[in-house]
């Protein structure tokens, strides 16, 4: 088993060739000794297991149980134990205490205590070792250092029910961009290790071929995903022939903008300029459906760049560009951004979404309730499984108070809540600030800023006193304030010392600085916050698991039981929570006690800070009359304020009015719950896992739109996020709620916030679907609907929010699938699977590249006698004739898959734009791969945003039988069974993309030809396979005098002034973009096929891994749609609606038909295509403008050269 | 259908029996149609609660059903592609070629009995797509005979001569001639897509008739 790098290097070395080899020798003697024993060790202790199997400790000092313990325990249950420490194959170091230096050397491992295994071996299974991290700097608020590592370490990445607060998001949530990179690399490393026989830690744990089996397979991704070495070049190329390509006009106008940017700005920028409006949406799609990709499900590409293409649009769209308009994250450059602070064209960036959540501070904390909730779920699994939990501070609080007083017991919660959280934990580390006012917030200077264009904060700030102070009905204090140069950056929070100077959270920073000159900011500080609300959790843990998580800073714990068990005070138990809290995180939690949450939470007020309260049952009435409304949950401003103008301003004067006029004046149960809460009464039970009414993603920061288009990709972007989001939390919704904040008439262009969104109004549409969803594409297209009926301005809209509710768990697979339907079938399909080989599953032979086909018949004549057939020897008829090879047409078009594996760069904003403070804040990793975006960008300036549209596969070569000899003469004997390992897992060649055989590295390429012609093949085919694919054409070229033709007469009409609006077929479009007339909506099947294997490169120690079931869940072709359109009779009113509405087609829009005609060639639904055909024909023939025929003609001869191309025949039209 | 448990249910073989019923059905209807035979060799029959017309002459039937016999484990291993009713002039030229593409599935899932309804639904709406497709074809030349042609995916061939599945009825490759059609139209005449497969029927028409 233990046949590995080791030995081979020490027998090569005659001698011991220096310390390393002496070492290596020892150590492997040591493993194969171990080795030895475990099967012994295993007779002698009847109970084994091999729950530690791909785990390899390294025991560090002292440890109980010791360090022999250890070893036995570790050969019992399958592990590996080294005795000295290699950082590649040890997964774990085991220790209880150890030195700084040590520490900082061991930083990135994994450092567990004793009782991992312990526990573990107690469970009967691998516990995630987070909870038992010895030391808590390691636990990263970044994927990529657990993932790198993942191989070696199932529980963490295997089991994604397991909460591993590792990963700032849970698995389900496409990983990002940046981890992907790392991952790549990290697995290209691995291979190569592979490939030098040197086998690595797992393929040695596991010895089996199910790693082999990966680890092969791995190759074609590993090269297609590892953009770096070979990005420029490619990008280049592709945009070569992207030129070529069917989008004429983009082509043409990106010559014209690039002549006259290049007149206005350095040549750089005016190239990035260009690429902004043109490349973009080539390159988007690539780049979104990469990070799609990642992400197994079926999911469409998300709007792509909605950097509007149509060709009225393009002088405008210069004009912009050469002004203010270039500000995108992906693309500025740092000379012009910061000239131009003001824009930032959100819509044209998708993507942009992900990022800002992805880098937003807030919906970075926001999640980590989900996963303390998870967390303390975990916990109780985790004793449920133990039968019976070790609550360390209970057992110790149970010996303090060995002398109890039981007294009567009813219920008791406790409501712990970290004091102004975020500056106890900014300020731990600097005692110096303790005791001042400290306020956290990301503007760390005076608080003045220069005030920029367009901006008004006075009238602003008018506004919004104004509104106080209708809610409020407190007068204006009257300061004048000099609110132009103050810093609008919002306080996040701030030391109790600051509030006493009226500072509050939230405040600006510049206003807060005016009531507090002394008032000191600490940066954003994540990791710590982390770090600090994990150990409050794991303190209170350490008592009980009945917690309900609120938020990464409070918590709820039901203290009933525990009370009675123990039978100490909840006085007592809340002093020791506090001081054990105050222990470990150098913070201090004010609890708050009492018989339910309402009265707990409000004791906690009380409490504050750094105090506690237990508000006797007997007490809540005098307490409670004296509390303000505002202090009930659920009593909001609005309601306040409500509450207010009836009178009432403490729950003693709402204890007045009875519950009917309650449940008038706010809604039946609004009244009651009031009712209730007022009086201190309220049932709801610490739950700690809490049902999700609503899933939705909200953006109201740097929304500038100035086109339709823009919105529509934004919405279909949040859809997407909306979708990840649904899909992370299991729930499907039927209610969707399209919610936007418009600039109210009036308020200034440009708020006084940098990309704030200023005085708004808010507007909410919803619609109710007929059934749950949780595709982003269908939730897109129902927002967008709302959107047009809303009928906004977009330049005026400042925030954009999407909700779906009316929830349902999605019974779907969590590896996302399919629908539920596709579960039925599995077992199935699982049974029948062994039959074949992995790679040759019925539908990756339906899909698979090449298709070789054959012609039989049988022949029978009208006099019903049997012509004899000729003789026929077995050998001749596999023979294939040439020219019947037109089945190698039959290959769907499946463009551009390879593009997307090309650009793995993140979006990222310039650094002009990023505030430097925030950017400090985040964790390390995050910032690395900001910076590293940026320093990638300015390597390959001209590069980085290119990719076009990819030329199109085999379908669009000309048939023949040249094309025929070459596609047959591809080597594809399916499951002929090799020698060498490796080759074993080699894909059938007629499955490997030759675009992504292109793509990869030269190295690997030529890898992977040897291991081809080691299966009996020729390299000659891979090249000739490579130069077919540079040579073919994308199909609209063949049209393209047509094209041309249609375009100089476009041009000439379209000098009229007179301008048409959008064209329906652009407005229903999610993201309309001429670029999304590549087809490319759809992820292709091989690509997916890739990414599931990819996704578990980083865990190939799974056993549960099977192959051949990840390729039979594989997704269907999406139904090809028109502007997101697919049922006839939805495609009819479209078609409809842009003949009769529109006098002159515009090529885009055409395109797109063209396109999703195309589509349904490939879909094989050829009825539809007819029905579409000829209803367009009637209606286009019939239009009065002639050029509406000769749209038609455009249609029909493209369509026709694509029916031609795939039957051989073409569409009869009458 | 329903005493089988969902152990005993070979997907594959499943499709594969529905699959080749229709085929049997449809070739029947297409020669009545497209009157290769004389109308009195047909009788009215019910299938998919729709009229069809079914020849009763015994050896037709018997090739017909030979033919399809060994059609069956192709289209069980997902290794047909096309199955083609070929309708040839005198000249044994191809003058229309009703080409049944069957693609695998867009999703694999037997789910219930409803499903089979719903199968059925469709493939009767094919049926009476064929029924009526003279509307949209031109008469053939009188004399015309029929052929059958099966496209495989890649190497079943191979396959097949091994396993031969009725020992007295072999394949042989098709003639050029017979597969290729100048001038041809297409005529898109159905398409279907279930839970458990996928097929579209369309008619390629040679231009010139006669």
């Not at chain 1, 960036?349 to 999640?367: D, K, Q, V």
């Not at chain 1, 899909?727 to 440009?750: F, N």
């Not at chain 2, 049926?127 to 031109?138: F, Q």
Request: charged content about 25%; aromatic content about 6%.
């Amino acid at each position: 088993m233990s046949r590995d790098g080791w030995r081979k290097k020490a027998s090569e070395d005659d001698g011991w060739g220096g310390r390393g080899g002496y070492m290596a020798a020892k150590i492997s003697k040591l493993e194969e000794q171990f080795q030895k024993d475990a099967p012994r060790e295993k007779q002698k202790d009847g109970m084994s297991s091999c729950i530690f199997s791909g785990v390899a400790i390294y025991v560090n000092g002292y440890t109980d149980p010791s360090a022999d313990e250890l070893r036995r325990l570790m050969m019992l249950h399958g592990g590996q134990f080294h005795l000295y420490y290699t950082r590649s194959k040890t997964t774990h170091i085991i220790a209880t205490n150890l030195p700084n230096r040590k520490i900082q050397e061991l930083k990135g491992e994994k450092v567990v205590r004793p009782e991992w295994i312990t526990d573990s071996i107690k469970a009967g299974r691998q516990l995630s070792y987070v909870p038992y991290q010895l030391y808590t700097k390691q636990k990263g608020l970044n994927f990529t250092s657990v993932c790198a590592r993942g191989k070696q370490d199932p529980s963490s990445s295997h089991e994604p029910s397991k909460p591993d607060l590792n990963h700032p998001e849970s698995d389900s949530i496409k990983p990002q961009p940046s981890h992907t990179q790392t991952l790549s690399k990290e697995v290209l490393k691995s291979t190569h290790a592979n490939h030098k026989a040197n086998f690595t830690e797992r393929s040695k744990h596991q010895g089996s071929q199910d790693t082999l089996l990966t680890n092969g397979y791995v190759h074609p991704v590993n090269g297609a995903l590892k953009p770096q070495d070979s990005f420029a070049e490619l990008q280049l190329h592709v945009v070569d022939t992207g030129s070529h390509q069917s989008h004429l006009p983009q082509t043409e106008s990106r010559d014209r903008e690039e002549s006259s940017c290049s007149s206005a700005g350095s040549k750089a920028n005016s190239h990035q300029r260009s690429l902004i409006s043109t490349a973009s949406p080539a390159k988007q799609p690539g780049l979104h459906n990469m990070q799609k990709d990642l992400h197994p499900k079926p999911t469409f590409k998300p709007g792509t760049s909605a950097a509007p293409q149509k060709g009225n649009l393009h002088d405008q769209k210069r004009v912009r560009l050469n002004g203010s308009y270039h500000m995108t994250p992906n693309s500025s450059t740092l000379a012009d951004s910061s000239n131009q602070p003001g824009r930032s064209g959100q819509g044209a960036e998708a993507g942009i979404i992900s990022e800002f959540f992805s880098h937003s501070r807030l919906h970075h904390i926001s999640t980590w309730r989900n996963e303390f909730s998870e967390y303390v779920n975990s916990l109780q699994s985790r004793s449920r499984a133990a039968g019976g939990a070790v609550f360390s501070g209970k057992e110790k609080l149970k010996k303090l108070k060995a002398n109890c007083s039981s007294g009567v017991r009813q219920s008791c919660i406790l409501h712990v809540d970290m004091d102004c959280f975020f500056v106890s934990v900014g300020i731990r580390h600097r005692p110096d600030l303790k005791g001042k006012p400290v306020a956290v917030t990301s503007n760390r200077g005076p608080g003045r800023v220069a005030q920029r264009p367009g901006a008004n904060p006075q009238l602003e700030f008018q506004y919004y006193q104004r509104k106080q102070n209708q809610y409020r009905k407190v007068p204006s204090n009257g300061v004048d304030l000099d609110l132009a140069a103050l810093s609008m950056a919002e306080i996040a929070s701030c030391s109790y010392e600051a509030r006493q100077a009226d500072v509050r959270n939230g405040m600006f920073f510049g206003r807060a600085k005016q009531l507090c000159p002394d008032l000191q900011s600490v940066p954003y500080d994540f990791q710590a916050y982390k770090e600090v609300a994990l150990s409050m959790y794991e303190t209170l843990a350490s008592y009980t698991h009945n917690i309900e998580a609120l938020s990464c800073d409070e918590a709820l714990v039901d203290a009933t039981k525990l009370l009675v068990e123990l039978g100490v005070t909840p006085d007592d138990l809340a002093r020791a929570i506090r001081e054990d809290i105050k222990e470990k995180t150098g913070c201090s939690a004010s609890v708050g006690m009492s018989s339910n949450i309402l009265l707990a939470r409000m004791a906690t007020r009380k409490a504050k800070p750094n105090g506690q309260y237990f508000l006797r049952s007997e007490e809540v009435d005098d307490f409670i009359r004296d509390q303000p409304v505002s202090s009930l949950p659920g009593v909001g401003r609005s309601m306040s304020s409500k509450l207010t103008s009836l009178g009432v301003s403490t729950c003693g004067d709402l204890q007045q009015l009875s519950i009917s006029r309650l449940q008038r004046e706010f809604g039946p149960r609004t009244g009651q719950t009031l009712f209730r809460f007022c009086r201190g009464l309220d049932d709801r039970p610490v739950r700690s896992e809490k049902e999700r009414k609503s899933v939705s993603a909200e953006m109201n920061y740097n929304i500038r739109f100035t086109q339709v288009e823009e919105a529509e990709s934004f919405l279909t972007n949040l859809s997407m996020e909306v979708q990840k989001r649904m899909e992370g939390a299991g729930l499907r919704g039927r209610r969707i709620t399209l919610k936007v904040m418009m600039r109210k008439p009036g308020a200034p262009v440009e708020p006084a916030k940098y990309g704030g969104h200023g005085i708004c109004d808010n507007f909410a549409r919803s619609v109710l679907l007929a059934q749950p969803t949780d595709s982003g594409q269908l939730i897109a297209a129902e927002a967008i609907k709302l959107f047009y009926a809303m009928k906004l301005d977009v330049k005026d809209m400042r925030g954009v929010g999407l909700q779906v509710q009316q929830l349902e768990g999605s019974y779907a697979d969590p590896s996302g699938q399919g629908p539920s339907r596709g579960r039925s079938i599995k077992d199935l399909l699982l049974a029948k699977q062994p039959a074949h080989s992995p790679r040759k599953d019925p539908l990756a032979q339906g899909q698979s590249s090449v298709n070789r086909t054959e012609f039989f018949k049988s022949t029978f004549s009208s006099n019903q006698e049997r012509v004899t057939p000729p003789s026929s020897p077995p050998s001749t008829s596999s023979d294939p004739m040439p020219g019947t090879s037109k089945g190698g047409l039959h290959h769907p078009h499946t463009p551009n898959h390879v593009r997307t594996y090309l650009n793995v760069s993140i979006e990222v904003p310039s650094p002009s734009q990023v505030d430097q403070s925030v950017l400090e804040a985040l964790p390390v990793d995050i910032r690395k791969q900001v910076e590293q975006s940026w320093r990638h960008r300015e390597e390959q300036p001209s590069t980085s945003s290119h990719l076009s549209t990819p030329p199109r596969t085999s379908s669009s070569l000309p048939p023949g039988p040249s094309l025929g000899t070459l596609v047959l003469q591809l080597p594809d004997q399916p499951g002929q069974p090799c020698t060498t390992g490796i080759i074993l897992e080699l894909p059938d060649f007629s499955q490997v993309d030759p675009e992504v055989f292109a793509a990869l590295p030269r190295e690997l390429q030529e890898e992977l030809c040897s291991a081809y012609r080691n299966k009996g093949n020729a390299q000659a085919h891979a090249q000739a396979q490579g130069s077919a694919v540079e040579q073919k054409n994308p199909f609209p070229q063949l049209k393209q005098p047509a094209v041309g033709k249609l375009k100089r007469r476009y041009k000439k009409r379209n000098a009229s002034p007179a301008k048409k609006g959008p064209s329906p077929l652009k407005k229903l479009f999610p993201g309309n973009s001429p670029a999304k007339s590549s087809p490319s909506k759809t992820l292709p099947l091989p690509l997916k096929h890739r990414l599931i294997h990819f996704k578990y490169i980083g865990c190939p120690s799974s056993p549960s891994i099977d192959v051949p079931e990840t390729l039979s869940k594989l997704n269907p072709r999406p139904v090809p749609t028109l502007a997101g359109a697919y049922e006839f009779s939805d495609i009819r009113t479209l078609l409809r609606e842009w003949v009769t509405t529109i006098s002159e087609p515009m090529e885009e829009d055409i395109l797109q038909v063209v396109k999703y005609c195309t589509e349904l060639v490939e879909d094989k639904d050829l009825e539809k295509l007819y029905l579409v055909i000829k209803y367009m024909k009637r209606l286009m023939q019939q239009s009065s403008e002639s050029v509406w025929s000769m749209a038609f003609d455009f249609v029909l001869d493209n369509v026709q050269v694509v029916v031609q191309q795939t039957y051989g025949s073409t569409l009869k039209i009458t | 259908m329903a005493t089988l448990t969902r152990q005993d249910l070979n997907f594959g073989q499943v499709a594969a029996d529905i699959l080749c019923e229709f085929l049997e059905v449809a070739i029947h209807l297409i020669l009545y149609v497209r009157e290769i035979y004389p109308s009195g060799i047909f009788q009215k029959r019910k299938k998919y609660s729709v009229p069809v017309q079914m020849s009763c002459h015994p050896e037709l039937n018997q090739y017909i059903q030979d033919t399809l016999h060994c059609v069956k484990p192709l289209i069980e291993k997902n290794e047909a592609e096309k199955v083609v009713v070929v309708i040839m002039d005198k000249e044994h030229h191809p003058v229309e070629r009703f080409v049944f593409e069957i693609s695998p599935p867009p999703l694999l899932s037997i789910s219930s009995e409803t499903l089979l309804s719903h199968v059925e639904q469709l493939l009767r709406a094919m049926i009476l797509k064929i029924s009526v497709c003279d509307a949209v074809l031109d008469n053939n030349p009188p004399g015309c005979t029929f052929t059958v042609l099966v496209h495989t995916r890649e190497a079943a061939t191979r396959n097949m001569e091994k396993v031969q599945v009725i020992k007295d009825f072999p394949w042989i490759v098709a003639d050029e001639q017979d597969v290729h059609m100048e001038e041809a139209k297409l005529i898109p005449l159905k398409t279907m897509t279930s839970d458990i497969l996928k097929m579209q029927l369309y008619v390629e028409e040679r231009t010139q008739k006669t």
